[in-house]
């Protein structure tokens, strides 16, 4: 069983950076897709970020390509979300995912299997 855990998240001004990260522990962690989702309040879970076990393909939300680079390091099972630009509308909890069927980042909610808790994002104006 994979399991998550983010970290990285905190309080930030607008225009400002951050790396959350993500370690996993479990079997076979560098076979799968990995994606980075975020939650604001009140608001549908929504994709951010996604990258494929073997880094060779990257997928990004239109509102955050540009400013963030998903990216692993299967040697560490950790995955970082380097968040460049930063503005309020990016305050959300930021979740990790991993979809163990699935090589290439899918954009779905449901394509992914285990989750992490989730690290905390603001981003003040």
């Known amino acids: 069983q994979v399991q998550l855990v983010e970290s990285g998240g905190g309080l930030v001004q607008a225009g400002d950076s951050m790396r959350p990260s993500c370690a996993t522990s479990g079997p076979t962690f560098s076979a799968y897709a990995t994606g980075w989702f975020r939650q604001a309040p009140g608001k549908e879970r929504e994709f951010v970020a996604g990258?494929?076990?073997?880094?060779?393909?990257?997928r990004y939300a239109d509102s955050v390509k540009g400013r963030f680079t998903i990216s692993r390091d299967n040697a560490k099972n950790t995955v970082y979300l380097q968040m460049n630009s930063l503005k309020p509308e990016d305050t959300a909890d930021y979740y990790c995912?991993?979809?163990?069927?699935?090589?290439?980042?899918?954009?779905?909610?449901?394509?992914?299997?285990?989750w992490g808790q989730g690290t905390q994002v603001a981003v003040s104006s």
């Open positions: 995912a991993v979809a163990t069927k699935n090589r290439i980042p899918s954009t779905r909610v449901s394509e992914y299997d285990y």
């Open positions: 990258i494929s076990w073997n880094v060779g393909v990257t």
